[in-house]
């Protein structure tokens, strides 16, 4: 594969699962880490068209089959400026969402802190427009700058289309930065909302094993992790991947999983709710790769 000259970097043959939170998934042929923006837009404007093109952020939500990605892969993880501006602040898409609530805490800003303790990305935030039962970040987003991968134009777009669980960002582009509305408070009173969502966390999320979080939307009027327990899924197990003890929704690596393992398992979970109840989960995850 020709690939343009950049000042980032092109990582070959690069294994998935080094860097997914699931640690399943095969290689990818190459991971594009632009060095800054202009990087990346140099890169689209020379690549070959045919190379096909899929962008990750931390993988936090998503599963890479055992097959891997034929292909470009790029990861933003050096764009990461951040503006502060009057009553908004302006972050580059490839800030971790952690990192940035941590930033807006010490400068005294309240924007997305209900968020806190969800290992993304600014930009898979976006695309997923991820939240909690009381919060999601389109409540605070102003507009999200999006670049095509085709053309290199960047168009801005708002708030509008976001759905729950489902940022609906266009085909074709990647999020590069967005503004979110901000207000001062003091950071104590910050620092406290954040202890608290931690604590709850630990007490009822397996977040500290190696899993993607939510594997299924809640449909509507239902919690998906009811439905899972009632149909008789919890700590059922395919290979290493198992439906967690502590909360029914999250799938866990417990060592050697593959890809495929946690693929099957989220199937059989489906099948057995879908007739238990006559409902079919809808996958929040993201599964993507070769099959
Ligand atoms: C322990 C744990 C707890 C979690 N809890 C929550 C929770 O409470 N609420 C919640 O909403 N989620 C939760 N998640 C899921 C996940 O962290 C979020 O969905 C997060 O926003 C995904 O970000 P990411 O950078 O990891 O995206 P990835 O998983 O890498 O990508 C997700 C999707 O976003 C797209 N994408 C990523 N970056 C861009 C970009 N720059 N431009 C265009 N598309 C892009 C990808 O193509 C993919 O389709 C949890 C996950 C874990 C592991």
Redo the contacts with the bound molecule.
């Keep these: 594969m020709k690939l343009p000259k950049i000042k980032g970097q092109y990582l070959y043959n690069f294994n998935i699962s080094k860097i ?3 640690k399943v998934g095969g290689i990818c042929d190459v991971l594009y880490i632009p060095y800054d923006i202009n990087d990346l837009i140099y890169f689209i404007r020379n690549k070959d068209e045919n190379i096909p093109i ?9 599963i890479v089959t055992d097959k891997g990605i034929r292909g470009i892969c790029i990861s ?1 993880k050096n764009l990461s400026n951040i503006k502060i501006l009057d009553n908004t602040i302006e972050v580059e ?2 800030f971790n ?1 952690n990192n940035f609530i941590q930033f807006c805490i010490n400068n005294n800003i309240s924007c997305c802190e209900q ?1 806190y ?16 039962p009381t919060f ?2 389109r409540e605070v987003l102003e507009n999200t700058k ?1 670049l095509n991968i085709s053309n290199c134009n960047i168009i801005n777009i708002d708030s509008s289309k976001m759905m729950y ?1 489902n ?1 609906n ?1 266009p085909n074709n ?4 930065s967005c503004i979110l509305k901000t207000k001062y408070k003091d950071s104590n009173n910050l620092k406290e909302i954040i202890k608290n969502i931690v604590k709850k ?1 630990i007490e009822t ?5 190696n ?4 594997t299924f939307k809640n449909p509507i009027g239902y919690k998906a992790w009811q439905l899972i327990k009632e149909s008789g899924c919890c700590g059922m197990q395919i290979g290493a991947a198992r439906v967690s003890d502590k909360h029914c929704n ?1 799938i866990i690596n417990e060592g050697n999983a593959t890809a495929n393992d946690v693929i099957q398992l989220i199937q059989l979970i489906q099948e057995k709710v879908l007739k238990n109840t006559g409902i079919l989960l809808e996958q ?3 599964i ?1 790769g070769e099959n």
Aim: glycine share 14%; with cysteine; net charge positive.
């Design positions: 997914s939170f699931m899929t962008i990750i952020g931390n993988l936090s939500n998503t933003l898409c490839g969402l968020l303790t969800i290992p993304g990305t600014i930009g898979g935030a976006l695309a997923m427009n991820a939240g909690t999601e970040i999006l669980r940022g960002l582009y990647i999020a590069i966390r999320q397996p977040i500290y094993t899993t993607c979080g939510s999250f929040e995850v993201k993507i």
